[in-house]
């Protein structure tokens, strides 16, 4: 009587087939069409695929599979003894025809596969010769389970790189990984295949029981070498994937959206929004399974609460299964965010987050790309564009679209609009928008083609009285109760808001600070009780001025608001406080001047404190009042602010000859808490103040005299200029805008310093010459130095220091990086930032040392690939190629221009010429030593030089205090030395000299 099979339930196979499943991402239709595959199936799609091949000339040796085939047949009668092989082969061949069908019109993944699937085949045991042991010992069977196991493996990675929208595009970068994964399951099948046939040599020499010992122990081995090379691959792919994910960011120079959203969140009243989630176009847009308006734009006046709303938007669509949710929030006054580029490289950061398989898409451009920060607008499009059409069910929500320029607004919705253009029919709803602002005529032009939400006063009515209410709350906490009849609070500011919630929060804030009940019964007069938001700004900055007894404080708070209102990037409190500090009829720095009460306790709720710590503006409706009303005069304020950086770099503690003590003493006083800023914007703030100004040449008032004289003693400071370096070009807008600097002595000078700091504010500012123009930068540098090295300190220091600076004391010397001013918690993480700003081109093949030193230059980068992958410039493929539809013809076998000297053809003389000229030409010129070839005599010269074992040129030299300056690396060549010279070690190795001359007056 035969014995059943064991049912494949009950097996091991079906354990793997099981995570099969739950990996390769494929649908339930799909895994059933899979399981319904047999061999006979795989072979008409191969026949189909190969005749399909020879009518397009497109041909591939489609017989690199067979190995793998045959096998895989062996491998089914073996298995057959234990289970049902036509369940368990279906997961083989269904995967193979999947994967082969897939890519068959696209040759340069097709012949991969191929190859792939050659390399697995050789390796696989023959376990044939097996049989008779296998059957008598049903035990056994978990011999066979890893390999089948691993092939699967193989076929989920294969399986959910090909399931991409956009394969092909990511084809290179993906790849890599699978191809990892082969080579690790080749090893492990080799293991297999040399175990079992030493135990077939040895087999005639043993007795059965004897066999069946040995193999048990084998096998035992055996698995314990596949979980420990398993757990190695598993842990280098995870720190590979960490790497690339922390140089990926790195690269994206994203903006903190999660600490703006949490500061938004933290305003969204309880129970608040859901009037929207009931708005029938609004369920048109957000419902994940039906979408009628892919785009949709939500307005409203100023103050509505359009940025809380959209918070609880983005919070309403995290609680959604299976979809990527993106945002974006632009707030007046942070001019990093006023441009495309940062919305787009913020999504890409958020969308990464959300969806693992675009981090190799994203690491290979960004190893190409040499950028040590995301800066070309064309190439983050693209890289959106692929992530968007990749990722099913994705949501953005921009806010505050009416903070750009009309061309800005324009740009950014008829790009999403063309995405979503372009998205199939079926697809309707893949990719959903969601664009909040103000509605101005301009908008209502911009956005016509869009669904529209107009909110109205109607509509948030029940969300500002539930606010209302909870506050009435407190101020009753407060006073007593009070007559409802009469002084129902909710009720009076919900009616005389009109839809602003702004305007609510400031009332209530304003009701909430009075002293007295009687007091409290005033404000709420009708008569009294103020009408819009520019009345309650009015009730409150009067509040503020009235209240204060003295006149400097009233004063101070003006020109608090000032700095807030026209301060470039946001300030930290201890910046703020470092600024205050700054004598400047005395020209010295008093920390006895700092305030001993925060931003709110001086300006109220017109100001908001931030999670990173930045002091800014609660709207900027309230810096369009403040300058309306004259409480801020803008010209004054950045022209007051450009004198106070100016002052502030030429007090005696940032001297160059101060000594370490003197450096340390005075970074204890929180002497260089404003040195940050002030050293990166003194420049624009002259510019806008001038700009503002709308003076032109020979135009003189005493503001500008005192800055004249301000700038002329900062520049005889610090001015550093050698006279080798090439004056720095102005451009003629600037000039014009600069010409009421004419009066003072060092004009030029500062044209060359002002446009150099434009250059290198910028987001493309490299290699800029204001830090060799200017010495104030070395005392930068050697401040910050004398600030690193002050660890570890005291409780009482270390927490006085943290009040001072912050605790990102580690800070990026490029100016246009955000670390500059934000800096890092440790020196490696600064270090590895750093590494990337000066070796930005990195090599994307998985596991080269490249990847993690990366090259100088892009030609040192293409020199790697081609000597150690064998990648050549000219054999890559664009950014973002578009599908081959002639079969994947390589270009130069198109052309008719044929090379004598190699097999390259071209379609044009030009492209011969230029082949030849570069690749195919003789090296004539030889080398008297070596005997290596050549194209130029100077190039042979070069190299010749290089033979010489002295190394003649030092970085070393004497300085006539008896010390000495440079790192003592030594060069064969004189212009190896000077290239070292243009580094920034290199530079800060010659800085001593530099420093010394200077004191010297040596020109």
Not at 167 to 186: D, E, G, M, P, Y
Not at 274 to 303: T, V
Not at 629 to 643: G, K, N
Not at 905 to 923: D, F, Q, V
């Amino acid at each position: 009587m035969s014995q059943s099979k064991p049912s494949l339930g009950n097996t091991a196979f079906q354990k793997a087939v099981d995570i099969f499943k739950q990996k390769c991402g494929l649908s339930q239709r799909e895994i059933q069409d899979l399981e319904m595959t047999t061999l006979v199936d795989l072979q008409k799609a191969m026949s189909r695929i190969q005749s399909q091949q020879r009518n397009s000339g497109t041909m591939s040796y489609l017989k690199r599979v067979e190995p793998f085939l045959q096998a895989m047949k062996q491998y089914g009668e073996v298995i057959g003894i234990f289970v049902n092989t036509c369940d368990l082969l279906a997961y083989i061949w269904g995967p193979m025809k999947f994967l082969l069908n897939t890519v068959s019109n696209f040759s340069e993944a097709f012949n991969a596969l191929l190859d792939g699937y050659y390399k697995i085949g050789r390796t696989v045991p023959i376990l044939v010769q097996y049989q008779d042991v296998l059957h008598s010992d049903p035990s056994l069977q978990e011999a066979l389970v890893p390999i089948f196991e691993d092939i699967l493996e193989f076929h989920s990675e294969a399986v959910k790189c090909f399931r991409q929208k956009t394969w092909k595009t990511a084809f290179k970068a993906t790849w890599n990984h699978v191809n990892n994964r082969i080579t690790q399951l080749s090893d492990n099948l080799d293991r297999q295949k040399q175990f079992f046939n030493d135990q077939l040599n040895c087999s005639q020499y043993k007795e059965i029981h004897e066999l069946r010992r040995d193999l048990r122990y084998g096998l035992q081995q055996l698995k314990d070498q596949r979980d420990q090379t398993r757990h190695a691959f598993e842990l280098r792919k995870t720190e590979e994937t960490n790497r690339q994910r922390k140089e990926v960011h790195q690269w994206l120079g994203a903006l903190d959206y999660h600490a703006r959203h949490q500061d938004t969140l933290d305003r969204l009243h309880l129970g608040t929004g859901k009037w929207l989630l009931a708005n029938d176009k609004f369920q048109s847009w957000y419902m994940p399974n039906r979408c009628s308006d892919p785009l949709l734009w939500l307005s409203g006046q100023p103050g509505a609460g359009k940025t809380v709303l959209s918070s609880f938007i983005i919070e309403e669509l995290r609680q959604i299964q299976n979809i990527t949710v993106a945002f974006f929030y632009c707030k007046y006054g942070d001019m990093a965010k006023m441009r495309f580029l940062a919305i787009i490289k913020t999504l890409l950061a958020q969308i990464l987050a959300q969806n693992d398989s675009l981090l190799p898409i994203f690491h290979e451009k960004q190893a190409r790309s040499g950028q040590e920060t995301l800066t070309d607008t064309k190439l983050a499009k693209e890289l959106l564009e692929v992530a968007l059409k990749n990722k099913k069910n994705t949501y953005i929500v921009i806010d505050g679209l009416d903070e750009y320029t009309r061309d800005e607004r324009k740009e950014i919705t008829v790009w999403f609009l063309q995405i979503v253009n372009s998205i199939p029919t079926h697809e309707l709803g893949a990719l959903r928008c969601l664009f909040v602002s103000q509605e101005d005529g301009a908008a209502k032009k911009d956005f016509s083609m869009l669904s529209h939400i107009k909110m109205t006063a109607a509509d948030n009515r029940e969300d500002i009285r539930s606010y209302a209410q909870l506050r009435q709350m407190e101020i009753e906490e407060k006073f007593g109760p009070l007559d409802w009849c009469n002084y129902n609070i909710a009720d009076i500011v919900t009616t005389k808001a009109q839809g602003m919630f702004l305007y609510a929060r400031l009332v209530l804030w304003n009701l909430l600070q009075q002293s007295t009940k009687r007091e409290l019964e005033h404000e709420l007069h009708p008569k009294i009780l103020p009408t819009g938001f520019e009345q309650a700004y009015g009730r409150i900055i009067e509040r503020l001025l009235n209240s204060q007894e003295h006149p400097s404080r009233r004063k101070n708070i003006i020109r608090l608001l000032g700095w807030l209102a026209c301060a470039k990037r946001p300030l930290r409190w201890y910046e703020i406080q470092a600024a205050w500090s700054i004598d400047i009829e005395e020209e010295k720095f008093d920390p006895e001047r700092r305030f001993v009460e925060d931003s709110k306790d001086l300006c109220a709720s017109l100001v908001e404190i931030c999670s990173d710590g930045t002091v800014t503006l609660v709207h900027s409706t309230a810096r369009e009042f403040l300058v309306q009303q004259r409480y801020i005069q803008l010209i004054e304020t950045d022209i007051q602010m450009a004198d106070l950086c100016l002052i502030y770099l030429t007090l005696p503690d940032f001297a160059l000859e101060n000594s370490d003590d003197e450096i340390t003493q005075s970074i204890l006083k929180g002497t260089h808490a404003f040195l940050d800023y002030a050293i990166s914007y003194w420049g624009w703030h002259i510019e806008t103040g001038l700009l503002r100004t709308g003076a032109s040449e020979g135009d003189q008032n005493l503001e500008i005299e005192g800055l004249l004289r301000n700038l002329d003693t900062f520049l005889d400071h610090y001015w550093n200029v050698e006279e080798s370096l090439e004056a720095v070009s102005v451009c003629e807008t600037l000039r014009k805008t600069l010409g009421p600097l004419k009066g003072m002595k060092m004009y030029d000078e500062a044209l060359q310093c002002i446009s150099a700091m434009k250059h290198a504010l910028r987001l493309t500012g490299k290699n800029s010459p204001l830090e060799d123009m200017l010495s104030i930068y070395g005392v930068l540098l050697k401040s910050r130095e004398m600030l690193e090295l002050m660890r570890p300190l005291s409780p009482e220091v270390e927490a006085r220091m943290k009040d001072q600076y912050g605790m990102m004391w580690f800070k990026c010397s490029r100016l246009n990086c955000r670390f500059f001013y934000q800096g890092f918690e440790t020196d490696d993480r600064r270090q590895h930032h750093r590494d990337r700003h000066d070796r930005s081109y990195v090599c994307w093949v998985e596991g080269c040392y490249q990847t993690i030193n990366g090259c100088a230059t892009a030609k040192d980068l293409e020199k790697h690939m081609a000597e150690n992958h064998g990648i050549l410039k000219e054999d890559e493929k664009d950014e973002f190629p578009p599908p081959e539809k002639s079969g994947g013809i390589p270009e130069y076998q198109r052309g008719q221009h044929l090379c004598t000297k190699c097999p390259k053809r071209y379609k044009t003389p030009e492209g011969l010429k230029n082949h030849l000229s570069t690749r195919c030409n003789e090296r004539r010129f030889l080398c008297s030593i070596c005997g290596n070839g050549f194209k130029r005599r100077q190039e042979r010269t070069r190299h010749e030089i290089s033979h010489d074992s002295e190394k003649k040129y030092i970085c070393k030299g004497n300085l006539r205090n008896g010390g000495t300056w440079g790192c003592e690396k030594r060069f064969r060549r004189r212009d190896a030395l000077n290239k070292h010279f243009r580094t920034e070690a290199g530079r800060a190795c010659k800085k001593p000299l530099l420093l010394e001359e200077r004191r010297l007056g040596i020109k």
